[in-house]
């Protein structure tokens, strides 16, 4: 019973060839043939040596035409599996080069905001020294010149007045 269910199967599986065979199950290479029956005149197919030398035992038999078509069937579902292997590839691909770029971006405008922060800071910088100078500059100004007035005499004093009075004159009469 169950070596007849066992052979039986194994029959079935041999049946079962898809596409193109190589060798017979016996071992033996197969040769094409030409079929001479009513049935399938001039149709050729796949048969060893021995099937044709001992028509009683069981060996490979296939149609050449059917062997082809499969064959193609085959071709066809690896075309369509590296398709879809293609389009996995470039999605990843995609994904991988958009979190790179949103990377990129993310990292200038950082940088942006770090250099326009420098940027501020540093003419901040500039602006306080500009001034600080320019409060020594004044303050020594200051100095200088009340070193200046104190150091001259009371003569001297009114000359710089008279002549800064007739100098005062001499630009108002020449507007005039
Ligand atoms: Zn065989």
């Given at each position: 019973m169950s070596s007849s269910s066992s052979t039986s199967s194994r029959q079935a599986c041999r049946r079962?060839?898809?596409?193109?065979?190589?060798?017979?199950?016996?071992?033996q290479t197969l040769d094409t043939w030409v079929s001479e029956t009513k049935?399938?005149?001039y149709r050729r197919f796949y048969r060893c040596k021995i099937a044709l030398q001992n028509k009683a035992e069981n060996h490979l038999f296939k149609w050449i035409d059917e062997a082809l078509l499969e064959e193609i069937r085959i071709v066809d579902a690896k075309h369509q599996d590296l398709l879809c292997d293609l389009k996995a590839v470039t999605e990843k691909t995609k994904k991988e080069v958009d979190s790179q770029r949103d990377l990129i971006v993310c990292r200038g405008e950082e940088m942006h905001n770090e250099f326009k922060e420098k940027m501020v800071q540093m003419t901040r910088s500039i602006e306080e020294a500009t001034s600080k100078m320019k409060e020594e500059i004044d303050a020594k100004l200051n100095t200088d010149i009340n070193a200046k007035l104190n150091s001259s005499g009371p003569m001297n004093k009114i000359a710089a007045l008279v002549a800064i009075c007739g100098a005062v004159y001499y630009m108002y009469w020449k507007h005039l």
């Open positions: 079962t060839v898809y596409g193109v065979p190589s060798r017979c199950w016996c071992g049935e399938n005149p």
